[in-house]
Nanobody, 117 residues
């Protein structure tokens, strides 16, 4: 079992920044990829970004150049730095971990990000 604890959501204005954190505990040896999905009301869940143990990253086209995912393996924590936030970034962001890319084995509780003027 893996437990994922997220933090860092909130309410910001367009153009501002937020940083999300996701700390993993438990059977961390089963983790080879961590990342973030988001889901806005009435929309399908979408992958925002992920990062492998080898630090290979992957981003949704909608966030490229604005979001950066990083990982502190010593602390078993993944970060999502979100800059130049837009209203359309408003969603519940959920951290996940997987044995390999494309697999979502464990989920965090989700954190709300609201971008509004």
């Amino acid at each position: 079992q893996v437990q994922l604890l997220e933090s860092g959501g909130g309410l910001v204005q367009p153009g501002e920044s937020l940083r999300l954190s996701c700390a993993a505990s438990g059977n961390i040896f089963s983790i080879n990829v961590m990342g973030w999905y988001r889901q806005a009301p009435g929309k399908q869940r979408e992958l925002v970004a992920d990062i492998t143990n080898g630090l290979t990253t992957n981003y949704a086209d909608s966030v490229k150049g604005r979001f950066t995912i990083s990982r502190d393996r010593a602390k078993n924590t993944v970060f999502l730095q979100m800059n130049n936030l837009k209203v359309e970034d408003t969603a519940v962001y959920s951290c996940y971990s997987g044995l390999w890319r494309g697999r979502t084995d464990y989920w965090g509780q989700g954190t709300q990000v609201t971008v509004s003027s």
